[in-house]
């Protein structure tokens, strides 16, 4: 029993350490995205578009991993 809660601390530990990870580049792409379209008044709208749908799917990773890290609730 003891190496069950050992393996699912490790796992915690583990999704906590990627959710970090994944924040940071959150963050890193949200400042791209803006020094991109401050840079000059015509932005590479391909590439801003790229950047924001990279930016929409870490934010769903982030979600998926934070909700397992939730305990189940029954109502």
């Not at 601390?9 to 970090?20: D, S, W």
């Not at 791209?32 to 930016?55: G, H």
């Not at 998926?64 to 890290?69: K, S, T, V, W």
């Amino acid at each position: 029993m003891a190496d069950d809660d050992n393996v699912v601390e490790l796992t915690q530990k583990e999704i906590r350490a990627e959710l970090a990870l994944l924040r940071q580049e959150h963050r890193d792409l949200d400042h791209s995205i803006d020094a991109l379209q401050a840079a000059s008044p015509q932005p590479d709208y391909l590439q801003l578009q790229r950047l924001k749908r990279k930016k929409l799917s870490l934010k769903d990773r982030i979600r998926a991993l934070e909700d397992g890290l939730l305990p189940d609730i029954i109502a």
